[in-house]
């Protein structure tokens, strides 16, 4: 992480992290051992990550789950699956390269995997529509998870997006009728579907892959109704008030969690998933493997059943 | 020479005076037509001169598309809880029934259309912007439970600017708990017209308005995901003109079909009787 983009709070982290840097660089430039002066600074290193990122704030939640070296789609679908095979198109438009999606297995068994898929520099941002996904995208994630029941597969989908695009062509090709028609299927699908929030989960763009039995979300994800930018600049007329509306959403893991929302808090490795994605990788594989297994027992009419009824329940009203 | 001089008369009104109440008169706000206000109100707040459809409150839909006398309201000591304490939410919920009345943002019932029994929810923009919560997506989410129960269609006249962001997530997640009671009246094969007016959009548009069997829009109503505003913003250039309209939907085949207002009622009895395979209204005894 010495090299590479790093947010404000991170900084104490970052200057250990060169000063461990540079005395390796010393030793190995004179052939000393430093080994015992370096070992205390690595544990020092793994308390600082522990204890700057216990305390983190909403809105650094959210600069955490938007930081351009967190682990995308693809990057957890190469460590957690393997046989993918990538299918693309909506049969209808277009593909959509903000939507990732294809066969791939978890552990021997075959799944329909769908994520949001940011760019990771500005040409690929570019194709990827910075992961902000087309009605095209919906439709093709619609269109293979109805392969999936066809062909009794689980789904997982992995969400990752700042939210459906807001365009022209987006709108002209139905965004609001894509994203309706898929929480609509989404509820009646007959197979098990898993949602993980990897990352920024931006309104009714990541709802649109998020209808399922169980909704996981990594520890430092987010997920709300809008930005925290957008929400200060309705409110108070001021989007630098995004500190205020960021606490204000309840977008962390930890609120979702406590609102009843999602099911399973996703541990990230000290210091966030971007400081490792292997490990963040390997615990969400552990989450996923769980879930799908208490799912597999289910008949799909109780499975239906069932989703529908934990949907049913979510709201807060006064009554009588 | 004076034999021509006129005497000079005060000159006096002939008529009496007639006394024209302020508002016996009504000017549309689009096209500048004016008449008298009675005439726009037997049009339901259509303009006659060019056709703009006012916003008309939710209990006006549900007047119009219900037999007179036949509604009875539903649910009516709902409110919304501030689960989240949301700054400010408590205080604009006072305001907002102050000015729009206790029913949060939908009007929910059960009556009947040319006899034939339908459970109706009409939005009620005027409360804070017609926006979703708890309340809207459990009036909703009941609303479809009892058109399963009873095979009675369901129609909904939706009116928003999406979900309402004091609720944070859990007013994101009404979106999917309606969608889930669609889903249910869906398979079970009882119908639902949506109609929706303007505006419809975000959260609303991207669940229920958008979700029945047939989706009938008002003339002019502004529909999509994103509002105007956010997309000018983002591509950074003027919309075309008519983008986003229920013609422009209609074009783009996401609506069924641009019905004006005075239509509505026969429109939607004519569908859901089809839709029911019962006879035409007053086609028998």
């Known amino acids: 992480m010495a090299n590479g983009f790093s947010l404000d709070f991170e900084k104490p982290i970052v200057d250990l992290e060169r000063q461990i840097e540079s005395l390796r660089r010393m030793a190995a430039d004179r052939e000393l051992d430093v080994e015992s002066e370096i070992t205390p600074l690595v544990a020092k290193l793994a308390d600082l990550r522990r204890e700057i990122y216990r305390g983190l704030t909403p809105l650094q939640r959210v600069q955490v789950a938007r930081h351009p070296r967190r682990p995308y789609s693809l990057d957890y679908i190469n460590r957690i699956f393997t046989d993918f095979v990538e299918l693309k198109g909506d049969r209808l438009f277009r593909d959509d390269p903000a939507i990732v999606a294809g066969w791939a297995r978890l552990d021997a068994q075959p799944i329909i995997v769908i994520g949001q898929q940011k760019g990771r520099d500005t040409k690929e941002n570019l194709q990827r529509n910075f992961g902000m996904p087309h009605p095209e995208g919906y439709r093709k994630a619609l269109r293979l998870m109805r392969m999936a029941e066809r062909f009794r597969a689980p789904v997982i989908t992995l969400i990752d997006t700042p939210g459906a695009y807001p365009g022209l062509g987006a709108e002209e090709r139905g965004q609001a009728e894509a994203i309706a028609r898929n929480l609509e299927e989404m509820a009646a699908l007959r197979t098990s579907v898993i949602a993980a929030v990897i990352g920024e989960g931006g309104s009714g763009g990541a709802l649109g892959l998020g209808l399922a039995d169980r909704v996981l979300m990594m520890e430092n994800a987010i997920y709300s109704v809008i930005s925290p930018e957008g929400c200060a600049a309705i409110l108070w007329k001021d989007a630098s008030q995004k500190e205020r509306a960021a606490e204000a959403l309840r977008l962390t893991a930890q609120d979702l969690h406590e609102l009843g929302i999602i099911d399973e808090i996703v541990p990230e490795p000290p210091g966030g998933a971007h400081t490792d994605p292997d490990g963040a990788a390997n615990t969400l594989a552990a989450c996923l493997e769980s879930h799908l297994g208490e799912l597999a027992d289910v008949e799909p009419e109780e499975r239906v059943r069932q989703r529908a009824e934990k949907y049913r329940k979510i709201g807060r009203i006064v009554e009588g | ?285």
């Open chain 2, 1 to 285: 020479m004076a034999w021509f001089r006129k005497d000079r008369r005060r000159r006096t009104a002939q008529r009496e005076k007639l006394e024209i109440p302020a508002d016996a008169w009504d000017k549309c706000e689009v096209c500048g037509h004016v008449d008298i206000s009675e005439k726009f109100e037997r049009a339901l707040q259509v303009c006659p001169g060019c056709g703009y459809h006012r916003r008309i409150p939710g209990r006006r839909y549900i007047e119009l598309l219900t037999d007179a006398g036949s509604f009875t309201e539903l649910f009516t000591d709902m409110r919304s809880a501030d689960a989240l304490q949301f700054e400010g939410y408590a205080d604009r919920l006072v305001i907002a029934e102050r000015k729009a009345g206790p029913q949060d943002a939908m009007v929910a019932g059960c009556g009947t259309l040319t006899g034939i029994e339908i459970n109706i929810g009409a939005m009620e923009f005027a409360f804070m912007g017609g926006s979703m919560g708890s309340v809207v997506g459990e009036k909703v989410a009941r609303l479809a439970d009892r058109s399963v129960q009873r095979s009675a269609p369901l129609v909904l006249v939706s009116a928003s600017g999406g979900a309402r962001m004091q609720e944070g997530v859990l007013s994101l997640m009404q979106m999917a708990k309606t969608s889930a009671v669609m889903a249910r009246l869906r398979e079970a094969g009882t119908p639902y017209v949506s109609i929706l007016t303007n505006p419809t959009t975000g959260g609303v548009s991207a669940s229920y308005a958008m979700q029945g069997d047939v989706n009938l829009a008002e003339p002019g109503a502004v529909i999509g995901f994103a509002g105007p505003r956010v997309i000018k913003q983002t591509i950074g250039q003027d919309l075309p003109k008519g983008f986003q309209t229920a013609e422009f939907l209609v074009e783009h085949g996401m609506v069924d079909a641009v019905v004006p207002r005075p239509q509505l009622r026969d429109t939607t009895a004519r569908l859901l009787r089809m839709m029911q395979g019962l006879e035409p209204a007053g086609a028998a005894t």
